[in-house]
């Protein structure tokens, strides 16, 4: 598999990467004799995975993980779900506020708080040398150098505890396999898992990844919505608010380019904003982890720009 081949796909019309997505779907399930599941995020790109999916598997086995991150919105709209789908919630070991004390918050982006974390730990091996190298294509941006000095820690755990973990014991558990609704073009790190998979199928497991499938691996936003409006599709009403997406409302991840999670969160959830803005590791709070990244990029937080809350 290359990055042409992907592109090729990606320009598909859509009723041709609906029948590849179908493809997939059986490939997956008879591989494993129909021992799968959905992994339910009741997101967009879920809602249509599981359209998908029913379509070959009208039974499916569903999963929702309860991070406790997601708007009551999206909780909302899962538990009415429930009623016309097999959908069973999960909780995970830890909550965020433990992730957050324990490892650090998520700043920037998974690489950039990934490989801050590599090097803070490790600084001298040979993988945190290239990240430090301006000349390396992976290195740590200069921007982001600054989070190397900081007195708190930045990780990318919390989406290994609150998501994928949850999900590989509930693998070990029942024997079941997921369908996972991403897509390849959400970021140059789903691009390169693509590509390193060779598709949308993944058979075999290493010990640290589970084998998974990935139906819409190839689709892009624009392709969602269009299935969305012809199958007129129920959606959390979330996305009415102004949410472009049903992540982890209060990521840091990618709030220094457009801080529209942070600003609905504020908007809606005003307690909560506060309460996971009052987080601490090592004596910061993630209030003021935020604001410093935000003013590297002449951003501010939302209660900072709204002077109600002076």
Request: charged share 25%; with cysteine; proline share 5%.
């Amino acid at each position: 598999m290359d990055l042409q081949t992907l592109r090729t796909r990606q320009a598909w019309t859509l009723a041709q990467k609906i029948d590849h997505s179908l493809g997939v779907i059986e490939a997956f399930a008879s591989w494993f004799d129909g021992k799968v599941y959905v992994s339910f995020s009741g997101g967009k790109d879920s809602c249509v995975m599981l359209s998908l999916v029913e379509l070959v598997l009208p039974q499916v086995q569903c999963v929702f993980i309860q991070t406790g991150c997601e708007s009551p919105s999206v909780c909302r709209f899962v538990r009415q779900m429930q009623a016309d789908h097999n959908i069973e919630i999960i909780l995970p070991v830890k909550t965020l506020r433990q992730v957050f004390a324990e490892y650090g918050f998520p700043l920037v982006s998974k690489d950039v708080s990934h490989n801050i974390s590599a090097v803070r730990r490790n600084p001298y091996c040979e993988s945190s040398r290239k990240m430090l190298w301006l000349g390396n294509p992976h290195h740590i941006p200069e921007r982001w150098m600054y989070l190397l000095n900081e007195p708190y820690d930045v990780s990318d755990r919390c989406c290994f505890w609150l998501k994928k973990q949850p999900g590989h014991e509930y693998t070990k558990r029942t024997g079941l396999r997921p369908y996972i609704g991403t897509t390849a073009s959400e970021s140059r790190t789903r691009t390169a898992a693509y590509l390193r998979r060779g598709g949308c199928n993944m058979f075999e497991e290493d010990g640290k990844q589970l084998a998974a499938s990935w139906p819409l691996a190839i689709w892009q936003d624009e392709d969602v919505w269009a299935y969305i409006r012809d199958r007129r599709l129920a959606l959390p009403d979330i996305y009415e608010q102004g949410a472009n997406r049903t992540g982890c409302m209060g990521c840091g991840f990618g709030c220094q380019r457009s801080s529209t999670a942070l600003d609905l969160l504020h908007k809606l959830y005003p307690k909560w904003y506060a309460m996971i803005m009052d987080y601490e590791n090592k004596g910061t709070t993630y209030r003021e982890a935020l604001r410093t990244m935000l003013a590297k990029v002449g951003r501010r937080l939302p209660d900072d720009l709204d002077p109600s809350t002076d």
